[in-house]
C-alpha cells in the first residue's frame, strides 16, 4: 500500500530534524523523542521511518531502532525546492489529459520531458509514493487509475461527505490529540500567510494530510482505507481544480474550526462542522470550470 499523506509529511519533517541537528551517519533516531519533537503520536512517525528506510535515508539499527545513513549533504530535498516541480506537474498534466500512455519505460520520459537521472529518480520516487505509478515486474512502469471526469470528481465528494462526518461518530472514535494538533497547526500556517506561497501539490497534501489525520482516529479500518484510495484518485484532477488562494483560506479557516470543535470534545458540532465544508467546498470545486460557473 502506497504510503499515506500524513506519513510523506512526517518523514519529510523527520529529514528536516536531522538536517537541522547535524546528525552524522550512525545516529540514533529514537522513536518517542521524534515523536515529542514533531507533536504526532509514534504510530506515524513508526510509518515514516519505514518510508525513509525504503528510500535509503535511514536503516534498521542492530538493537532495533533506526539511524541515519546519509550525510546531511546527501539528504533529499522535498520535491517544491528542488528543480523537478515544474517537470512533475507537466507529467501530472499530460497523464490527466490522456497524452501518456498506461506504461512507459523511464528512457521514453527522461527523453520525452529531457529529464536527467536524478531528475527521473526523483519524479519517479515522489510518484511511486504518491501513488499513481508501479514499477513493472522487469521493466517499465505503469499508471494507475485516477479520477479524470467531472461525474467521477463530484461522485468523490458524495462519497466524502458520506463517510467522513459519520466517521467523527463512530463509537471506535478516539482522538490523537498531538496528531490533530498538529495538522491543526499546519492549517493555521496557511491561513496566517503560508497559503500563498505554497505550490497546489503540497496544499492538496497538507489538506488531505488535516482530512485523513481525523478519519485514522475513527478507528474504523474500512473508512480510512476508503479515504485513502479516494484521496489518491483524485490527487491529479485536485491540481487542477485547486482554489483561487482567496477561497481556499476560508476552506483552511474551517479546518481550524474543526479540529478546534474535536479538541474541545464537541464531536457532534464537529462532524455538522465538517459536513458543511464538504458540500460547500465540493459544489464550489465541481462548478468552479462549469460554463457560468
Known amino acids: 500500500m502506497a ?58 539499527a ?3 531502532g533506526y539511524t541515519v545513513l546519509r550525510p546531511v549533504e ?24 490522456g497524452k501518456l500512455p498506461d506504461r512507459v519505460t523511464e528512457n521514453g520520459l527522461a527523453r520525452d520531458y529531457g529529464l536527467t537521472p536524478g531528475q527521473l529518480a526523483r519524479i519517479l520516487r515522489r510518484i ?17 487509475p485516477m479520477l479524470t471526469s467531472l461525474r467521477s470528481y463530484e461522485d ?14 463512530e463509537p471506535s ?4 490529540r498531538k496528531a490533530v494538533e498538529a495538522v491543526r497547526d499546519q492549517q493555521q500556517e496557511l491561513v496566517d500567510g503560508r497559503i500563498w506561497t505554497v505550490s497546489n501539490a503540497e496544499l492538496f497534501d497538507l489538506n488531505s494530510t488535516f482530512h485523513e489525520t481525523i478519519m485514522e482516529c475513527s478507528g474504523n479500518t474500512f473508512f480510512i482505507d476508503g479515504l485513502r484510495r479516494v484521496d489518491r484518485l483524485r490527487r491529479l484532477i485536485e491540481y487542477r481544480r485547486s482554489l483561487a488562494r482567496d477561497r481556499a483560506i476560508i476552506r483552511c479557516r474551517e479546518h ?18 465538517l459536513r458543511h465544508h464538504l458540500g460547500t467546498v465540493g459544489a464550489e470545486k465541481v462548478t468552479k470550470n462549469r460554463p457560468g460557473g
Do not use: C, K, M
Open 173 to 176: 472514535f478516539a482522538l490523537d
Open 62 to 64: 542492530e538493537r532495533g
Open 256 to 273: 481550524v474550526e474543526i479540529a478546534d470543535l474535536l479538541l474541545a470534545g464537541e464531536r457532534r458540532e464537529a462532524a455538522d462542522a
Open 128 to 144: 511511486n509514493a504518491e501513488g499513481w505509478i508501479e514499477r513493472l515486474p522487469g521493466y517499465g512502469w505503469e499508471f494507475q
Open 3 to 60: 504510503p499515506t499523506a500524513l506519513t510523506r509529511q512526517i518523514a519529510a519533517r523527520i529529514v528536516d530534524y536531522i538536517r537541522t541537528e547535524q546528525a552524522p551517519p550512525g545516529t540514533r533516531l529514537v522513536e518517542r523523542t521524534l515523536a515529542e519533537h514533531l507533536r504526532v503520536s509514534r504510530s506515524p512517525v513508526r510509518s515514516a521511518l519505514r518510508l525513509l528506510e525504503d528510500e535509503g535515508v535511514v536503516g534498521v
Open 74 to 97: 546527501e539528504l533529499p530535498t522535498p520535491a517544491a525546492d528542488d528543480d523537478t516541480e515544474e517537470l512533475y506537474l507537466r507529467i501530472a498534466a499530460d497523464r490527466l489529459d
Open 156 to 169: 468523490s465528494y458524495r462519497f466524502r461527505l458520506a463517510i467522513e462526518p459519520t466517521a467523527i461518530l
